[in-house]
């Protein structure tokens, strides 16, 4: 609990979208960048994963979690904001969000 709460101090809960928007570090601007990052007993994890497994329980190493709400800065562990899914469906759900106009 003491984790999760040091997530929630940097967070902020967007009222209209209900995504909780993380306000620390993140992966970059590179390929594959955008995404909250902590760290976490000497290692570096991706915040949205780390809150899906505290709500959901183990995710396994062949799947991903999805931002279902779009939004990447997202650490909102609930399945209107994020879903464990496949590298495929997760690539799927993306390029049909690019042709929607989402980011």
């Known amino acids: 609990m003491i984790i999760i709460d040091k997530v929630l101090e940097r967070v902020f809960v967007d009222p209209v979208t209900g995504c909780w928007i993380w306000q620390g570090p993140t992966?970059?601007?590179?390929?594959?960048?955008?995404?909250?990052?902590?760290?976490?007993?000497?290692?570096?994890?991706?915040?949205?994963?780390?809150?899906?497994?505290?709500?959901?329980?183990?995710?396994?190493?062949?799947?991903?979690?999805?931002?279902?709400?779009?939004?990447?800065m997202c650490v909102n562990p609930y399945p209107e904001h994020t879903e464990m899914v496949t590298h495929k469906q997760n690539q799927k759900r993306r390029d049909k969000a690019i042709q929607e106009g989402s980011p």
């Open 27 to 72: 992966s970059g601007d590179g390929r594959g960048g955008g995404y909250p990052r902590m760290h976490l007993d000497g290692q570096t994890v991706a915040v949205h994963r780390f809150m899906f497994v505290c709500v959901h329980g183990f995710v396994p190493g062949k799947k991903q979690i999805d931002h279902t709400c779009r939004n990447r």
